[in-house]
């Protein structure tokens, strides 16, 4: 019997495009898996690689972000939030490079995408069965940082970003029957997250949702202990990691093109040198494609 194995990845903001590169080498060489989830913008790039878009995701994340619809404090001011949500989420996918909805839903793959509830500051999953056709709300709560982005109603959750209550969900992975997983990291090795310093804003924002700041509040040690349950996992031979082999040296919020190019292809080249690697680590497991 073969063991299901699946498919992590981590958000990260702009970061991201690193995990673009790692998802158009995967795609060149026709590497599948039965299940996939992302949070934030891991969310985001696993919704181009289901669909089989090669370069999309570089497109997007990389052609669009000296536009000031996409991202700029013109939008922070008008709306409140600092990516142009409506723009970035309804106009990119639908009329400017269209997302192949046919290719996603003649996929077989699981995708499962996580968000943070407002409410109870714990993570909340969806999966195909729930969002059904409407793919886009649940990736745009994931993706919805807090401060820079509103808040997220779907399915009766009021949801924000899936990177604060659940950074790297390869946890939910193993309980939904993946006794393996490939995760993708946007964080280079030895990387821990700062305790994070009091934000005036953050409980001014938040102050109906006190379980939000708590989360927040909280995230570094979630985060630091999530890297050191995977690197457990490693040694157990039940993950195979892909992480940046250098430091990023990009923000959340990164508006350079030439640094962003440099990511993406950083995480196209570390694919291709762990290829090998990776090709014996899947072994005969059903990820490897037909």
Not at 61 to 67: L, M, Q
Not at 232 to 244: G, H, N, S, W, Y
């Amino acid at each position: 019997m073969h063991t299901k194995t699946g498919l992590v990845l981590e958000g990260g903001g702009m970061r991201g495009v690193y995990t673009a590169g790692v998802l158009d080498f995967f795609l060149e060489n026709k590497i599948e898996f039965p299940y996939v989830i992302g949070v934030s913008a891991g969310a985001c790039n696993a919704a181009s690689y289901i669909s089989k878009q090669w370069g999309r995701n570089k497109r997007v994340n990389i052609g669009f972000v000296r536009d000031p619809n996409y991202i700029s404090l013109r939008n922070f001011f008008k709306k409140g939030e600092l990516f142009g949500m409506d723009y970035v989420f309804d106009v990119i996918p639908n009329q400017i490079v269209p997302f192949d909805y046919d290719e996603f839903t003649q996929s077989e793959t699981e995708f499962v995408i996580g968000t943070t509830d407002c409410q109870t500051g714990k993570p909340i999953y969806f999966s195909r069965k729930e969002y059904k056709e409407d793919l886009l709300t649940p990736i745009r709560a994931s993706s919805s940082l807090p401060l820079a982005a509103p808040i997220v109603s779907f399915q009766g959750h009021e949801l924000l970003d899936g990177g604060m209550s659940d950074p790297v969900p390869v946890k939910k992975a193993e309980q939904d029957g993946c006794s393996r997983n490939v995760i993708v990291l946007t964080q280079h090795e030895g990387y821990q997250k700062k305790p994070a310093r009091s934000n005036f804003m953050i409980k001014r924002k938040y102050a109906a949702y006190p379980e939000v700041i708590k989360t927040l509040e909280n995230r570094w040690i979630h985060y630091n202990q999530t890297l050191a349950y995977i690197e457990q996992l490693q040694k157990d031979k039940k993950a195979f990691v892909i992480r940046p082999t250098q430091p990023l040296e990009i923000s959340r919020i990164e508006r350079n093109q030439r640094k962003l190019t440099k990511a993406y292809d950083l995480g196209w080249q570390n694919a291709s040198d762990l290829f090998a690697e990776l090709s014996e680590w899947l072994g005969e497991s059903q990820t490897v494609p037909r």
